[in-house]
């Protein structure tokens, strides 16, 4: 049993954080939203070329073959400086579904176009769990002769106004899930772009008459299910990792405003009320990251119940901690804690922001509870 | 990061679980601590059966009959003993005064009293708390002034669990009135209990158990070589206790048994077709408590691989007292929701049992539990510790 980081791993983390913080929220006091475009232009170039993309990549595509271990440790990296890249997005989302199902074409084309960070993706959508089983909110027809048509619209889908492809994940009765690709400005594709609350490009997505063949699928026609299912948990631990890393962050910054912070002629790291709350945040945070840990180690294997069951457990544990740790770090910085400016804010809406991506905590609870077998029969 | 074990610890693991499906009679298994203290017999003999082995005082150190366990040897210990619900064995004999006379006890004191804490000779009880001093140990009262070769000793203690069955208490006492410090005054005793002028008097809990005594110490006589470490040097003695093996002490595998009887009471808990467990309310508060449980069982690793690679933290042991005992507390509470109206009744030959044949012990010892987050360091104490620490060497990850 070891939860150690390996040296190269804590070496490569080392790197990142020192990368992250020159430009990262936590540092970083120009505007969030210019900071945001080169995270996706100048930034990404630079987390491409030390290998932050390329590490968690198939060997055989220019990738380091790197595994949910490394994710979470690149990831709480990112966290930590409030780096807002989207790493997840292309790194293990697209990329694990090149990975897992695309054709030889497919792989040779993007996964290392992923890796040398030149072509980014973004994912529709990613909340399937959350839905409870529901269709996917795009469907599509078969026209015969090989061709499909597909629509459908999705109010809410992160990196869509700033990415380069768009994986689309469509339901049908028949023959099932099935992921599609095509480009951003694709005519048929409607766009309309917004922020989301923590900074990041974002749109809602309307398909009409969007006509596509097998060669725009990715994998079988049907056969999306199970590589999705297993590339959303490997997705939804990953953020568990950002979210700790944002956490300790803001852990941090309490710490050194109740040591900095003086009233009534004292720091305010004197008084006990703050003192505990203080250790009930960090308990928080120790918990969560531990089963974020687990869910990190049992995602080697990912996709069965054990994994599924370790994520689910993570993302709950996860969202209740986030909660406890922002909303408690902005009132123990008081009135400062509300400023725009302050990186406590950026962070706590990071966090909030976390929150229904990936499957809500409340979906997560009721994929656990269904994975738990309580009495005996 | 891995969470398998190495092949060594799964065959040490399989040694102890041979040992204790051989040796553990199925009688002394379930025995409480309650048990522990009404009858301690059972955990006498479950001590014995331990020290035949050479188990009993395996993390004393290997001069004393330790085995130089490593702490995830330990912690494979504890697990499989709590898996097979042997009782536990005596704390303050074996975890706290055993490994304090092997630091500070002189070769006599080692010779006299060691052999007779394996061989279950004496019970050790810990004369800690005072009626004015809890939190606040450094400011006990109990003094002791030199006679000749003697200490006499007079003064109160209180809250002392095992008072009432134990022959040795080690007792922190006040050996210099005014000192500058209170905590520079304080010297440690080793007292038999059978001297004259100690008497001992029951302290009933709200679980209507007899777990407390409170001790009456009326110039009592104690020579002074039964003086652990120097006078007045009786608190360092008592903070190295601070430093010791402390796996199990978040008692997460008890606690994942209570969870289990949970569910087993609200399993039976029928209303029409459905049971208490089908109900989504209940079921998502058991969830929630599930996943807690099992992320304290993980920081619990984390914290034991901390310590097998000497990285440990001071507050580690803080957290986990702090994790541990809330947790549990909400799992009774939730037994006693799943209880329903029955939890109202006493519990006794006369009242009604419930359905599921599990639960009706559960009111009692529900109460008792609010005593974990009070013994051993309030909890209010242990976030002081961890607060501490945190706002001194800040927070790395």
Redesign the interface.
Known sequence: ?????SSVQTEFRTTLRRYFAMHGGATVRTSPRETARRWRTDFWKDIAGLGALAALLPEAFDGAGGDS?DAIAIM?EAG?AQAGAPIIENAIIAAGLFDRLGSLRQKQEFLPAIAAGTQQFAFADANILALGGASPAFSFTSLGGGGYRVAGHQAMIVEASACDHLIILCGAAEPGLTLFHIPRNHRSVTLRPFWTIDDRPAASLILEDLVLDAADSIGEIGGAGAAVSTVLDLACAAQCGEA??VM?SL??QT?TH??TRTQFGQPL?NF?AL??R???M??AY???L??T??A???GREPGGPEHQAAVS?AK??TTEAARLIGHEAIQMHGAIGMSLELPVGRAVKRLQAMEPQFGSAASH?RR??GL?R??AA | MDLTLTEAELCFQRQVRDFLAAALKPEWRGVSDVDNRTQPAIMAKWQAALAAKGWLTAGWPVVNGGLGWSPMQHHIFRQACSQARAPKISTMSIGMIGPLICAFGSPAQQEFYLPRIITGADMWCQGFSEPNAGSDLASLQTSARRDGDDYIVSGQKIWTTYAHVATQMFCLVRTVAHAERPQAGITMLLIDMKLPGITVRPIRTIDGEHHFNEVFFDDVRVPTSCRLGGEHKGWDVARALLAFERSGIADVVATRQLLGDVAVIAAGEASGDTTLLDRKDFASRLTKLDIALEALEVFEMRVMDAAERKASKDHDASMLKILGSELKQEIYALGISALGILAVAWPDDASPAHPSGAGSKLVVDALFARASSIYGGANEIQRNIVAKALLKSGFEI
């Open positions: 049993m070891n939860f150690e980081f271990v709480e930590r700790s890393g300790a852990l941090n710490i109740l040591k790291a006990q003192r505990h203080l250790a009930d960090y308990a120790e918990l969560a531990s089963l840990y687990k990190a180690i049992l457990a709950v544990q609870l656990y509870q738990r309580w009495v």
